[in-house]
C-alpha cells in the first residue's frame, strides 16, 4: 500500500452519503427456532461444548426478535439514515431449499417497513454466516450445488422485498466463513482442513455469481459484495518479509475480488495450498464474475507482517509497541483505511464503495452508570476516538476521488461476538444483558451529532 494523501480540515461529504449502522441475524436477534425457523450451524455450533467462550449461545442475544420495533426507534433517535442487516437463511427456508416459511419471511418483511416508515434506508445482507443446518448436513459450502440453493433463497427474497429494499449485498466476508469455519475450526461449521477451505472459498464465490445472476433477472436495483480488507505491511526490508506479505495480501485481500472483479485468483493462493489448490473448471470464472453495483468494504485493523512458520501461510503479525489496540487484539491504525480505498481504486477501477463495517471493541461495563441526575450512562472514549479517526480517514479517500457512498457503524448494539460470546462489545449502543436495557453509549449521541452534521462536526473537539 502507498502513503495516503494528507487530510483537509473542511469535512464536507458528497450529497447522498450514507450513515449507518450494522447488524448480523445471528449476533442480535435470539429465538433462532421461533416460528417454525431452522436450525442453522451457528445453532449447532454454538451447543457443542467447548466451542463458544463461556459456553455463550445466541438463543436470547438481544432479544431482536422481539424487540425489534424498540430497536428501530433507538435508530430513528439516532438519526440514523440507513441500517444494514442480515436475514436468517433457515428462518425464511427452514430446510435450506423448498418450502417456505413465511412467519419467518414476514419477520423481515414488517422490519424493512417498519424502517423506511421511520425513513431508514435497509441495505439487506443474504448470508451473514448462519447456513441452514439442513444444508450442512448436505455438504454445507463444500457441495458444489452450493449455488444454486443460494440462488433459490435469494431469490424468494428478492421476489418479496426488492420493491422495498434497494441495496442488496450477496455475502459477509467470504475470507472470513472459509478461514474461521474451514481452515481453522475456530467459526462454524469448525472444520480444520487446507483441502476443504478453497472448495468452500470456491463455492461460496459461485454461489455468489449465481446471486448476482438471479438478481438480474428478478431485481430492480442494486447488488453487490461485502469483503473484509486488512492491509499489509511488511515488518522489514528483508525479500523473506515482502513475500510474506504478498502472500498475506493475497490470501486475505485479494482471493475474492479478484475473482469476483477481475476473474481469476491471484497466483499466490497456489503457493500458499499447494497440491490443495484444484485447477478450477473455466467456466466457474464467468458466473463468478458479474458486474456488481458495488463493494462493501470492512475494515478494522492493519497487520504488519513478517516471514514465519504458520499454517498454511508462513507468515505472522508483529505488534506495533506504540499502538494502541482494542480489546479484540487489533491495532487502531486509520491510516490503512485510507490506503486501502486508493489501493481498491487502482486494483479494481470506479466501482461505488460503501463501508458496511468499521468500529471497535473496548470494555465496557455489563452495566450502564446511573448519573446524579438519574440518566443512564456509559462514557466509552476510546471508541468515540476510534470512531472519529477512521471517519476522517474515510474523508480523505474521498478527497482523493474514491466513490465511497456511505458508512456503516459496527456495531448498532452490543451483541454476540461469534465464538467470543457476549465477552467483546462492539455496540454504539449498550446492552445489559440482564434486563436487555439498551443505552445509547456516549459514541451513539456523537455519531448522531455527525449525522446531524453530514459529517462537518468531525472538523470539532473530541467530548471530555
Ligand atoms: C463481522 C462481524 C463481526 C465483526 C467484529 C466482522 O468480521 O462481519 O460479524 O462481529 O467483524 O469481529
Not at 466463513?177 to 461460496?204: C, F, K, M, Q, V
Not at 458495488?294 to 509497541?321: C, K
Not at 434486563?435 to 456516549?442: A, G, I, S, Y
Request: proline letters at 6%; a negative charge.
Amino acid at each position: 500500500m502507498t502513503a495516503a494523501p494528507a487530510e483537509t480540515c473542511d469535512f464536507r461529504f458528497p450529497d447522498g452519503f450514507l450513515w449507518g449502522a450494522a447488524t448480523a441475524a445471528h449476533q442480535i436477534e435470539g429465538s433462532p427456532l421461533a416460528d417454525g425457523a431452522g436450525p442453522s450451524i451457528w445453532t449447532r455450533f454454538a451447543h457443542t461444548p467447548g466451542m463458544m467462550l463461556n459456553g455463550d449461545t445466541g438463543d436470547v442475544a438481544c432479544d431482536h426478535y422481539r424487540r425489534w420495533r424498540e430497536d428501530v426507534a433507538l435508530m430513528k433517535s439516532l438519526g440514523l439514515q440507513a441500517y444494514r442487516f442480515s436475514v436468517s437463511w433457515s428462518r425464511v427456508l427452514p430446510e435450506g431449499t423448498g418450502r417456505v416459511n413465511p412467519k419467518g419471511l414476514d419477520f423481515y418483511s414488517r422490519l424493512v417497513d417498519a424502517l423506511l416508515e421511520n425513513g431508514i434506508e435497509p441495505l439487506l445482507t443474504l448470508y451473514h454466516w448462519d447456513l441452514p443446518a439442513a444444508l450442512d448436513d448436505r455438504g454445507g459450502w463444500l457441495n458444489r450445488d452450493c449455488a444454486d440453493w443460494f440462488a433459490e433463497y435469494a431469490s424468494v427474497l428478492y421476489r418479496a422485498l426488492d420493491g422495498r429494499v434497494k441495496t442488496w449485498v450477496t455475502l459477509n466476508e467470504p475470507w472470513v466463513i472459509t478461514d474461521g469455519g474451514y481452515l481453522h475450526g475456530a467459526l462454524a461449521p469448525g472444520h480444520r482442513s487446507r483441502y476443504e477451505a478453497p472448495i468452500a472459498s470456491h463455492n461460496l464465490m459461485r454461489a455468489h455469481g449465481a446471486a448476482v445472476q438471479a438478481y438480474r433477472a428478478l431485481g430492480r436495483h442494486r447488488i453487490g459484495l461485502v469483503v473484509n480488507i486488512e492491509p499489509k505491511y511488511p515488518a522489514s526490508d528483508s525479500a523473506a518479509d515482502a513475500a510474506a506479505t504478498r502472500r498475506a495480501h493475497a490470501y486475505m485481500n485479494e482471493q475474492y475480488l479478484h475473482p469476483a472483479l477481475l476473474g481469476h485468483y491471484p497466483p499466490e493462493l497456489k503457493e500458499i495450498f499447494g497440491d490443495a489448490w484444484p485447477d478450477w473448471p473455466a467456466e466457474d470464472f464467468a458466473l463468478i464474475r458479474q458486474p456488481l453495483d458495488f463493494v462493501g468494504i470492512n475494515y478494522y485493523t492493519r497487520s504488519v507482517t513478517r516471514a514465519q512458520e504458520s499454517y498454511p501461510l508462513n507468515a505472522g503479525a508483529v505488534r506495533q509497541p506504540q499502538s494502541t489496540y482494542t480489546e479484540t487484539g487489533w491495532e487502531v491504525y486509520p491510516q490503512a483505511l485510507t490506503e486501502l480505498l486508493l489501493w481498491f481504486r487502482r486494483t479494481y477501477g470506479e466501482i461505488p464503495v460503501y463501508i458496511t463495517e468499521n468500529g471497535a471493541a473496548f470494555y465496557d461495563p455489563p452495566q450502564a452508570r446511573i448519573e446524579e441526575d438519574g440518566r443512564r450512562r456509559v462514557r466509552d472514549p476510546l471508541r468515540i476516538d476510534y470512531l472519529h479517526r477512521h471517519l476522517r480517514a474515510v474523508h480523505a479517500a474521498i478527497q482523493a476521488g474514491v466513490d465511497v457512498r456511505g458508512y456503516m457503524l459496527w456495531s448498532l448494539l452490543d451483541n454476540l461476538e461469534w465464538s467470543l460470546g457476549y465477552s467483546k462489545r462492539f455496540g454504539m449502543v449498550h446492552v445489559n444483558y440482564a434486563t436487555q436495557e439498551r443505552t445509547p453509549k456516549d459514541s451513539a449521541l456523537w455519531y448522531a451529532k455527525v449525522i446531524a452534521s453530514h459529517g462537518r462536526s468531525l472538523a470539532d473537539p473530541l467530548p471530555d
